[in-house]
């Protein structure tokens, strides 16, 4: 675990460092805004946080490949992976302490968006309920993008092919779903149940679904061991 946090520690804090990290703050901040004060000055005003989950998405879809596709392609192209595997940490520590790292610049982005909840109790009595299901449901689905973003970093020593191919298949993962309304049957409840937003539609009406939680974290779950299985085949390179 110490070595876990090692890792972790340090990619913050390049992560933070850098001015990468504020600009996406900026910007999705900027965007979520736009969807708050759409939703709420719309012809059907809501007071909630619903008309910024469900753009989230397609925002996620970019910048999760752009916060992970440094973490492991870089270390390839600068020759330092090599380095960290001979050294005595293992493969997961790696994988869980950039993992870890990743995380929290995703919390660090969706914090600010806060303020977005303030202005609702300030100006009005929303329900708290679908608020937290919301939020939760938004890093439920980040945590999941951001082991697709990994594992694609695992996969080049190009953080441009790393942040492309992770792009695609969250894209694909994101819309998979419209095909379903193509589809009947077993198929389209497959690719219904195989969608990354179809998941997150529960947390956003306030519902907290089990079934939901355990998809994103199975997701998750195989994808970082994807990840710590291509690790483990540089081994053998």
Known sequence: MKNTTTIAWKEIKIY??????????????????????????????????????????????????ILTMRLLSEEQKLGTLELLMTSPVRDYEIILGKFIASMASLLSILIPTLY??????WFGSPDMGPILSGYIGLILYGMATLSVGIFASSLSGNQIVAAVLAMGVLLILSIIDLASTYLTGTVADMVMHISLTNHLESFARGVIDTHDIVYYFVFTSFMLFLTIRSLESRRWR
Do not use: D, N
């Open 16 to 65: 933070f460092v850098s001015p990468m990290a504020y600009i996406i703050m900026a910007v999705y901040s900027a965007l979520a805004a736009y969807y708050f004060v759409t939703s709420v000055s719309g012809v059907l005003p809501e007071a909630t946080i619903r008309g910024f989950i469900f753009p989230s998405t397609l925002i996620f879809t970019l910048l999760s490949p």
């Open 116 to 121: 977005l909840v303030l202005i609702l109790t």
